[in-house]
């Protein structure tokens, strides 16, 4: 399916424009194009209300948001099945097999696995998401044997650099600092972006001011998120900006951000994401 068809098939919009209301405000490869003052004022207007509705935004609607929202809660099986810790680094046909062999799961369907396929495959910009693609295929892995477990956190981080990084870091502030999203595989960027659209009414383009869409989270490929201990979900807010583990991570140097204040990367601010830079599994 090409892509003109997939938009007309996936996606209504919050007001009449055309093709979704596509923008390109900016590219993967860092370079931007020259905006208008008003089309500045409106994508900045957006990523300061990124988890609000905005006209042109993609919302997949009627058919497509109950494949959308019966594809999520087979996840959400599958996940319970495996554990939490397990499911962040399953990969696509892992899933599957434990899906065709767990009746109390149940076999995605035909439409299912064309809605995990185009999903995966879609443009992101076409949500007006702009960062860099690091995994190009659905069936992408993680070999557990380039993992770390990390305690008490039920998350995993890539040895070398990034399990290094987060060492330095845990050095430096002691208990007061843990890891909050480690190595995260495709199934697992799945459920979250899902979750979320999920939550508003299917509302992709909304998922994806909050969260990578599949293919396209760092967190495959090495980055992670740190909290400060007692800030709870908060430390997902821009409350963690104010916090003594964020001013001395800033200080340290560690807070090279991927999604920095006021991005042109249609991605919200994320004080809290630790990126690793150069590294490869």
Known sequence: MNRRTFLKTLCTVTAATSLCGVQTLAHAS???????????????????????????????????????????????????????????????????????????IGSFTKKELNFLDYTFNFDATNYGFYGKRPIDEITSQISQKDLVKISRTGNFLYRGQPYETYKSIKKLLGNKVYLTSGVRGIMKQFILFLAKA????????????????????????????????????????????????????????????????????????????????????
């Open 198 to 281: 999920s939550e508003n009414n299917g509302n992709l383009s909304l998922a994806s001011r909050s969260l990578a869409p599949p293919g396209y989270s760092f967190h495959g490929v090495g980055d992670f998120d740190v909290g400060e201990r007692g800030l709870g979900a908060a430390n997902f807010s821009i409350k963690f900006a104010g916090t003594e583990t964020c001013t001395r991570l800033r200080n340290q140097g560690y807070l090279k951000l991927r999604y920095p204040k006021d991005n042109m990367l249609g991605v919200r601010f994320e004080p809290w994401h630790i990126k690793v830079k150069n590294f490869r599994p």
């Open 30 to 104: 860092g370079t931007s194009r020259s905006l208008e003052d008003q089309d500045l004022k409106d994508y900045l207007h957006n990523m300061a209300n990124f988890d609000l509705p905005h006209t042109g935004d993609i919302i997949v609607k009627n058919n497509q948001l109950a494949i959308l929202n019966s594809t999520f809660k087979k996840l959400k099986r599958i996940q319970k099945t495996v554990g939490f810790g397990n499911f962040s680094i399953l990969g696509f046909d892992e899933a599957l097999r434990y899906a065709d062999s767990n009746p109390s």
